[in-house]
């Protein structure tokens, strides 16, 4: 339904989680390029010190990207831009986390796990509306956690950006069909 959209996903999360950090209250530890050291020792099947951390590339992390989170959240089945609102989830949050709140959004019985009844009423749904009540879920969702006070701020941010990033690829996709 919306693959056309995964390398403009793709981009959008890359330059929302930036580039190497290390922050003592960040519970994810080293990350670089939104991968986390536990994430990527798990993909390469090897251990990664700081080095290896700082040099991955987009080119090294899409392929982790793609199977681990775009695909676990069956987001070439999803409408346009309700894929990327999802797929930001899941990076973010983790995959059942997004399905969730997908879930929630839809109307769908709430499991986590994203199965073709969440695909067709995504598919059934007004993409704004969800990727709306998407993005409100996740800043509650958010706000929640007890290191909003650290981290607040940017993911607010970044949650405001992809509900607008989000909406203009519904736009992108109408005009080319």
């Known amino acids: ?3 056309a959209t995964w390398p403009t996903a793709l981009a959008a999360v890359l330059k929302h989680e930036g580039g190497y950090v290390n922050h003592p209250a960040d519970p ?15 993909w390469t099947n090897q251990p990664a010190d ?10 090294l992390v899409a392929p982790l990207y793609r199977e681990r989170y775009w695909n676990a959240v069956r987001a070439d089945e999803l409408p346009a831009g309700v894929d990327l609102a999802v797929f930001d989830v899941a990076v973010n ?34 993409p704004v509306a ?6 409100d879920l996740r800043l509650e969702f958010l706000r929640a ?3 909003w006070q650290t981290f607040g701020k ?9 509900r607008s990033e989000a909406k203009a690829l519904i736009d992108i996709r109408a005009a080319t069909h």
């Open 1 to 3: 339904m919306s693959a």
């Open 130 to 135: 969800t990727i709306d009540r998407i993005c």
């Open 93 to 126: 949050s983790g995959t059942g986390r997004a399905g969730k709140l997908l879930q929630q959004a839809v109307g769908a019985a709430v499991d986590g796990s994203i199965g073709p009844r969440t695909v067709a009423l995504a598919t059934a749904a007004e």
């Open 50 to 59: 700081e080095a290896a951390m700082r040099a991955l590339t987009p080119e």
């Open 28 to 42: 994810g530890g080293r990350t670089n390029l939104g991968v986390t050291q536990r994430v990527w020792e798990s």
């Open 154 to 162: 940017g993911w607010s941010r970044r949650v405001e950006a992809v």
């Open 145 to 147: 956690l007890p290191i």
